[in-house]
């Protein structure tokens, strides 16, 4: 495994060049999620029952659409790295998302379920622990399309024994431009979340190659 820098370094080189279409891509996840889940709350009366079905509404776009966008994002941005990349990235999120969509949103379902519950019973730690658990599954089912989603977890879970500080402490590396990015009213995280992904997406990519044992 490389060090933390030389893998922000890798994601950097593999964006060379493509920074305005990745954005897009970025742009239009995080955009919806401000648009489903945030505007509602500044338009509608909290008190009132209809600010509750929005917000319910929400939650059911967020694993439906959002998430499985996010999941299809993360795996344009591993073609990327991996040079295998064969139409524009957001033509590929889209190709990805309806393709694989109802394996992502199982997958969504069960984490968030398993990650919400540990985290609840244990003041937040079990949760972030089983969440670097669970990290590897967006890629493992575009990898692996015999894999079910359950079968994803078991074997991201298999693959992060050892390693999910690694990854925990290399996510840290980013916390200046999370802050930045707050600091622009969030305008950053346009940039840095392609950012992130890409540099996972290279950790994922070693991480394969290391422990995993193709038959």
């Not at 008190?47 to 966008?69: C, D, E, K, Q």
């Not at 990327?80 to 992502?104: I, V």
């Not at 670097?132 to 079968?151: F, G, H, I, N």
Request: charged share 15%; with cysteine; glycine share 6%.
């Amino acid at each position: 495994m490389k060090e933390y820098a030389e893998y922000r370094a890798a994601a950097r080189e593999t964006l060379v060049g493509r920074w305005g279409e990745v954005i897009v891509m970025s742009f239009i996840v995080i955009g919806l999620a401000v648009l489903i889940n945030v505007v509602p709350s500044f338009c509608v009366d909290p008190t009132n029952s209809w600010a509750l079905g929005l917000s319910g509404m929400g939650t059911v776009f967020a694993v439906l659409l959002i998430g499985p966008l996010e999941y299809a994002m993360c795996n344009v941005l591993l073609a990327m790295k991996r040079n295998t990349l064969e139409d524009t990235p957001l033509a590929t999120m889209f190709q990805l998302f309806s393709k694989d969509w109802s394996r992502y949103v199982v997958a969504m379902v069960l984490i968030t379920i398993i990650v919400c519950i540990a985290a609840f019973f244990t003041l937040g730690i079990l949760g972030v622990i089983l969440a670097y658990a669970y990290k590897m599954v967006p890629y493992l089912l575009r990898d692996y399309p015999e894999l079910s989603a359950k079968e994803a977890m078991k074997m991201s879970r298999e693959m992060m024994k050892g390693y999910k500080w690694d990854l925990f402490v290399l996510d840290l590396t980013f916390i200046g431009w999370f802050i930045l990015s707050m600091l622009t009213f969030g305008i950053g995280f346009f940039w840095l979340t392609p950012y992130i992904y890409t540099t996972e997406a290279h950790f994922y990519d070693d991480l394969k190659a290391e422990v995993v044992v193709e038959e």
